[in-house]
């Protein structure tokens, strides 16, 4: 029992609950069978949760941009840095998650919404490679919280979120759908700025 490499140790180390198994991982990677689906509940996404753009703002997590710079070779720092900045660009500060209420921390402003499950939609990107989006939505006229609001983690079935990209509006889901650029990117409030950069640097 012991003898564990520490490969398998460090994973261990940053792992939200159980393990992945390997259908799991090639999800995390984009491949996926659609028949390997499922429907989600809010609670997977449940708890408080920190954005990560003033952390990009704040330079923390320019080791894991330099890292991805050095994976290919067709991208400069520069470029990564920026590509991100575009994708977590948000006002939102934290959101906070419990029994199918969603709140949005905007400055000193909150705004909350009870939100239901509206199915989940399939995308193939460009590079070939699938994604799934949970789709909830708002359905009370008085609330100032997005109307729509879809969920992307790279998880296809139940199971609790370590972190998520999410996209929010008041057109439509279809309009969010095609959001590619901007996905707001959050992870658990009781992180560090140092914890967050971990978690990206070894997942």
């Known amino acids: ?21 390997e259908t799991e991982q090639h999800a995390a990677e984009g ?10 509940n809010l609670t997977d996404w449940e708890g408080m949760w920190q954005s990560v753009y003033p952390l990009l703002q704040k330079g923390t997590l320019d080791a894991v941009f330099r890292k991805k710079a050095e994976k290919d070779n067709s991208k400069t ?36 919404c009870h939100y239901t499950y509206a199915g989940h939609k399939i995308l193939t990107y460009v590079s070939g490679k699938k994604g799934v989006r949970y789709l ?20 296809i079935a139940p199971r609790k979120s370590s972190h998520f990209h999410i ?3 008041n057109r439509s ?15 658990p409030y ?7 950069a971990d978690e990206m640097l070894h997942h």
């Open 31 to 40: 491949v996926f069978a659609d028949r390997d689906v499922q429907d989600r």
């Open 173 to 187: 889901q279809q309009a969010l759908l095609e959001e590619m650029d901007n996905w707001p990117t959050y992870y």
């Open 136 to 155: 909830f939505e708002c359905h009370d006229a008085n609330s100032s919280a997005p109307k729509y609001v879809q969920f992307s983690d790279h998880i």
């Open 1 to 21: 029992m012991l003898i564990v490499s520490s490969e398998a140790l460090s994973h261990a180390h940053h792992s939200h609950g159980k393990p992945l198994s």
């Open 167 to 169: 996209f929010m509006g």
């Open 190 to 196: 009781q992180l560090s700025d140092k914890e967050v």
């Open 77 to 112: 720092f520069a470029s990564v840095k920026e590509y991100y900045r575009t994708g977590y660009a948000t006002d939102v500060a934290t959101i906070g998650i419990e029994d199918g209420v969603m709140e949005f921390h905007v400055g000193d402003k909150v705004s909350a």
